[in-house]
């Protein structure tokens, strides 16, 4: 009898489950009129449904933007598919190499070697850019002596050397306490991005704690009063109440700094790399990097980037317009 | 002979019947520390997502939103998933353990296959993650489709449902299959209508758990680079698609913090599948398991 009831259980859940899964369509629908997006891409976009497939992959500093892009793009074009892997920039650009995919979200301009792979596997690209990141350097609230650091200060603070650093080190007046490093994974354009511009290609700390997951950099710089780490504007902008901030050369990052390019050297566009044939080729490819560009400022803000100024998305359109 | 010593076995029965409460409670506590891990994971997953979870999070694409966020691709990516593991993963593994057990030799060649099977099972995910890029993702083109992930996921549990089937075919007294073959059934007839039957349960019930793993698994599909944005759902075997464990880890890395709770909402479908699954598993195993 115990069986039975075991079966009627795990048949009415499972039903339920399936029931759930498989329900109406109507209420994405709903959901995407509801989002305040603009209506239309422009005319031809709202007259003429597309079909196609769209793949891309990358960063996942740029991956808010691009979920963004993507979920208002499929009420503009319900049958065209994109899908969008989140591999980080490297990651991304090994799967564009391979030609696996239309395009590949970039924290960082593209590296020379990767320049080379593509050229040599015969793929012509493009870079367009999509908005404004701030490297944002963090310390524990408690922290009440780091506040404003140098460039110089930084890079002395994150290089290795061999040996480990106090922050007593770096100024004298500072506790003598080890300082405790968490940092991006080598995977992602922001460490390469920070270990080009602070440290001028050296090694970073090696006794830093890497992580491709942002949050765990918050909640270690969060938990322990001698930690510094670094990450993309966005992770500062949701957990302002748990860190405190590092103006860097004496500004500190916002919107404005970021945008003015004020706040140097750490304010860095991300882009979009596009494959120039499947621009040419597919007309879904190129509508949905179209609807990118005009949609990604509004994106951009709305998950806590800075938007580029008009006139260079409607240069990055134009751009994209020659690959027609 | 020497006769017991009362008074020297009285002497030291306390400390005996001590040290035997204290390994006691010992075992006790190695078993329940798992239990109460599992009820305090549990526990902080229900409380966090138990707000998130709707009719709603079920049909809904995800969104950047966390109050739109819904898991629809994932989970219904996940049943395609497990729609291409199961058939391959059952089929070729009880191939093989029928194959180990009934027909090959022993011999040196087979001894050595045995146990690379074993040493099979004890290779990390990521590696098999690798091999899927490789072959089924690069080398045979299918891209990052249900069927090149199937396949990898497929190769995963493979080892272990061989293992498995193995067991159930082993425990099928050898006295029915002499029985089959005194009344003139042929090797082919006696697997099919003596041994397979009574090893079903079994079979089935490895099955299942093997099943298990490979929708919880994320390691390979990082690996082949299974998306994690699309608000489409797969229309066939070489449609993109994404998983539950992609989905919960994407949504567990975003800076919004209410996108935390959402991966808990999303830890919670997907334990319910795995518990769906399991429980299955065991009906069937109660249900049918003969013992001899």
């Not at chain 1, 050229?119 to 701030?134: H, N, R, S, V």
């Amino acid at each position: 009898m115990k069986k039975w009831k075991y079966l009627t259980m795990t048949a009415v859940m499972g039903s339920a489950l399936m029931l759930g899964a498989c329900g109406s369509d109507s209420a994405q629908k709903g959901n995407n009129a509801e989002t305040n997006a603009p209506a239309s891409t422009g005319q031809d976009a709202a007259d003429k449904k597309l079909q196609g497939a769209v793949a891309g992959d990358g960063s996942s500093t740029v991956a808010p933007i691009i979920e963004a892009v993507v979920e208002e793009y499929a009420g503009a074009q319900p049958n065209v598919k994109v899908s969008v892997g989140v591999s980080g920039t490297g990651g991304g650009f090994e799967k564009f190499i391979a030609g696996e995919t239309d395009f590949s979200n970039a924290s960082r301009h593209i590296k020379d070697e990767e320049k080379a792979k593509l050229e040599k596997a015969g793929t012509a690209f493009t870079e367009l850019p999509l908005a404004y990141d701030g490297i944002s350097i963090v310390v524990n609230p408690e922290n009440d002596w780091a506040k404003d650091l140098t460039v110089e200060q930084l890079k002395k603070i994150w290089v290795e050397d061999g040996k480990a650093k106090k922050w007593s080190d770096i100024d004298p007046s500072w506790p003598d306490e080890k300082i405790v490093y968490y940092s991006p994974g080598t995977d992602s354009g922001t460490y390469d991005y920070f270990d080009e511009v602070i440290l001028d290609g050296a090694d970073l700390a090696s006794s830093a704690t890497l992580s491709e997951d942002d949050n765990m950099l918050v909640q270690g710089v969060a938990g322990d009063k001698n930690a510094i780490g670094f990450f993309g504007y966005a992770y500062y902008q949701e957990n302002k109440d748990k860190l405190g901030i590092v103006n860097v050369n004496g500004v500190e990052p916002t919107n404005e700094t970021i945008e003015s390019g004020e706040y140097a050297p750490l304010s860095r566009p991300l882009f979009v790399y596009v494959k120039n044939s499947a621009m040419k080729e597919s007309e879904a490819a190129y509508d949905f990097i179209q609807f990118t560009l005009e949609h990604a400022g509004e994106m951009a803000e709305a998950v806590g980037y800075v938007s580029l100024p008009e006139d260079k998305y409607s240069e990055a359109l134009k751009t994209l317009e020659g690959l027609k | 002979m020497r006769y017991m010593d009362d008074t020297a076995v009285m002497k030291r029965m306390t400390k005996r019947i001590t040290f035997n409460k204290v390994w006691k409670s010992f075992f006790f506590l190695a078993t329940t520390f798992a239990l109460v891990t599992l009820v305090i994971l549990l526990y902080r997953i229900v409380t966090q997502g138990v707000d998130y979870l709707s009719i709603d999070f079920l049909t809904n694409f995800a969104s950047r939103f966390a109050d739109k966020a819904g898991i629809k691709a994932a989970l219904i990516g996940s049943l395609w998933l497990m729609a291409v593991v199961a058939p391959v993963s059952i089929i070729l593994g009880v191939g093989t353990a029928i194959y180990l057990e009934e027909y090959a030799k022993k011999n040196r060649l087979n001894d050595f296959i045995r146990m690379n099977i074993s040493n099979l099972a004890g290779v990390p995910s990521i590696v098999f993650g690798l091999l899927g890029l490789t072959i089924f993702v690069r080398m045979l083109g299918l891209g990052k489709s249900v069927l090149a992930a199937g396949f990898t996921m497929s190769l995963l549990i493979l080892p272990v449902i061989i293992v498995a089937a193995q067991e159930a075919i082993r425990a099928v007294p050898n006295e029915q299959r002499e029985a089959s073959y005194g009344m003139g059934a042929t090797k082919w007839q006696t697997i099919v209508h003596v041994v397979l039957p009574a090893a079903i349960p079994g079979i089935l019930t490895g099955s299942i758990l093997a099943m298990s793993r490979a929708i919880g698994e994320t390691a390979p599909l990082v690996v082949i680079g299974i998306p994690v944005i699309l608000q489409f759902l797969p229309n066939g075997l070489l449609s993109q698609f994404t998983a539950l464990p992609m989905q919960i880890y994407d949504w567990a890395k975003r800076p919004q913090e209410a996108f935390q709770y959402v991966a808990a909402a999303g830890i919670l479908v997907l334990m319910t599948v795995l518990l769906l699954m399991n429980s299955i598993a065991i009906f069937i195993r109660n249900k049918f398991q003969k013992r001899y």
